[in-house]
């Protein structure tokens, strides 16, 4: 990853697009850097554990370098803004969850209206350009602990992901990881021929 690259720079060329969500997601990965005082991850020496996969999760991919392809980004389905974000070398995570929000700020509201329609006139598309730098100079400053509540917890931190075999499924002729196949006497069959 080129890392000469600011953090905010790296987040919006990985997502594609800057958004409310993403912002989030830059400032998570800001204060688990500072909080934990780690660097962005080479070879699985941070592990971060997500339970949202929305938007602010790319974030945490391109600045903290945890990802899905290395095996050090888990996603945990449980429709949440919570990161937790541990280090392998100092052996400390933090867990920082979004506060709960009973009323969105109206920017972020009316941003992701606009951003809803296929067509936008001239003047809805000046709005959405006002508004998103209004969203952006407010997220960007806000004082952490307005916006994230956080932990330290206890690391688990698993092996570094292994490498498994890959077999022969039976019915599709595909290949597939072994641990994910089913047996079928002899067998292998793989998830999408069961
Ligand atoms: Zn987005
Ligand atoms: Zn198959």
């Known amino acids: 990853m080129c890392s000469n690259?600011?953090?905010l720079e790296l987040a919006i060329?990985?997502?594609?697009?800057?958004?409310?969500?993403?912002?989030?997601?830059?400032?998570?990965?800001?204060?688990a850097r500072d909080y934990l005082d780690?660097?962005?991850?080479?070879?699985?020496?941070?592990?971060?554990i997500v339970e949202t996969d929305s938007c602010g999760v790319d974030a945490i991919q391109a600045i903290?370098?945890?990802?899905?392809g290395k095996g050090n980004l888990k996603f945990r389905d449980f429709g949440k803004s919570v990161y937790t974000i541990a280090s392998r070398e100092k052996n400390r995570a933090v867990r920082i969850?979004?506060?709960?929000q009973p009323h969105p700020h109206p920017d972020n509201a009316r941003f992701r209206e606009l951003n809803l329609r296929k067509e936008l006139t001239e003047a809805e598309a000046?709005?959405?350009?006002?508004?998103?730098g209004s969203i952006f100079e407010r997220l960007m400053t806000m004082p952490f602990a307005e916006m994230f509540?956080?932990?330290e917890v206890e690391p688990e931190i698993p092996a570094k992901a292994s490498i498994f075999p890959t077999v022969q499924c039976s019915v599709c002729g595909e290949g597939v990881m072994e641990?994910?196949?089913?047996?079928?006497g002899q067998l292998y069959v793989c998830p999408d021929c069961v």
């Open 5 to 7: 690259m600011p953090p």
């Open 13 to 31: 060329q990985f997502h594609g697009h800057i958004c409310p969500g993403l912002l989030m997601g830059v400032r998570v990965a800001e204060f």
């Open 38 to 48: 780690i660097s962005p991850d080479r070879d699985e020496e941070l592990l971060a």
């Open 64 to 68: 903290l370098g945890c990802t899905f």
């Open 97 to 100: 969850a979004q506060k709960y």
């Open 126 to 132: 000046a709005e959405k350009e006002e508004l998103l």
């Open 149 to 151: 509540d956080w932990r």
């Open 179 to 184: 641990p994910r196949a089913c047996l079928n």
